[in-house]
């Protein structure tokens, strides 16, 4: 697909939901959104995309975890660094967060995430596998995913204020 800012051409739901899953692959931080009582907050995360969801290492004590917890709510953005408005692109998303606690989802994403983030092997213990058990007790964090229900794709190249919903 051309993209060109101010092009006619109209993405479909499979170009919209390639040109998103490019963006996530690429990117590696996403800002969370949560409130309580009347104020925002809004708190960046590293992030591997598994099956449908956001999956991230935070503390349980943290505040975006407690008030997303708390409300069942959080919004999220994934956006491509930009040195121009005709380069922005992006999605905003709502959805919620939940705790990842199966063995075998935690061992499938942190096999991913130390693939995206090699850096973090240097956090570990020296001939030992990563565990989520490990990571909680040397680093008081645990993983959490975030799932979308409402995915919007932004792209300043396709149009000026390009906006539309994408199953993702």
Same mark, same amino acid.
């Given at each position: 697909?051309?993209?060109?800012?101010?092009?006619?051409?109209?993405?479909?739901?499979?170009? *919209?939901?390639? *040109?998103?899953?490019?963006?996530?692959?690429?990117?590696?931080?996403?800002? *969370?959104?949560?409130?309580?009582?009347?104020?925002?907050?809004?708190?960046?995360?590293?992030?591997?995309?598994?099956?449908?969801?956001?999956?991230? *290492?935070?503390?349980?004590?943290?505040?975006?975890?407690?008030?997303?917890?708390?409300?069942?709510?959080?919004?999220?953005?994934?956006?491509?660094?930009?040195?121009?408005?005709?380069?922005?692109?992006?999605?905003?998303?709502?959805?919620?967060?939940?705790?990842?606690?199966?063995?075998?989802?935690?061992?499938?994403?942190?096999?991913?995430?130390?693939?995206?983030?090699?850096?973090?092997?240097?956090?570990?213990?020296?001939?030992?596998?990563?565990?989520?058990?490990?990571?909680?007790?040397?680093?008081?964090?645990?993983?959490?995913?975030?799932?979308?229900?409402?995915?919007?794709?932004?792209?300043?190249?396709?149009?000026?204020?390009?906006?539309?919903?994408?199953?993702?």
């Amino acid at each position: 697909m051309a993209r060109t800012s101010g092009s006619d051409h109209v993405p479909t739901q499979h170009e *919209l939901k390639d *040109l998103a899953g490019r963006l996530v692959a690429g990117q590696t931080t996403m800002t *969370l959104a949560t409130a309580k009582n009347d104020e925002a907050w809004a708190a960046p995360v590293y992030y591997v995309y598994v099956k449908s969801a956001f999956y991230f *290492l935070s503390s349980p004590t943290s505040r975006h975890i407690k008030e997303t917890l708390h409300s069942g709510q959080a919004s999220a953005t994934v956006y491509a660094s930009a040195s121009t408005w005709t380069e922005i692109r992006g999605l905003q998303m709502t959805g919620c967060v939940r705790a990842a606690d199966g063995k075998f989802e935690a061992m499938q994403v942190l096999r991913e995430y130390l693939k995206k983030y090699p850096f973090t092997k240097d956090f570990l213990k020296k001939n030992t596998s990563p565990n989520l058990k490990m990571l909680s007790e040397r680093f008081g964090v645990k993983l959490y995913k975030f799932i979308p229900t409402l995915v919007y794709y932004l792209d300043n190249q396709i149009q000026f204020a390009f906006r539309a919903e994408v199953q993702f």
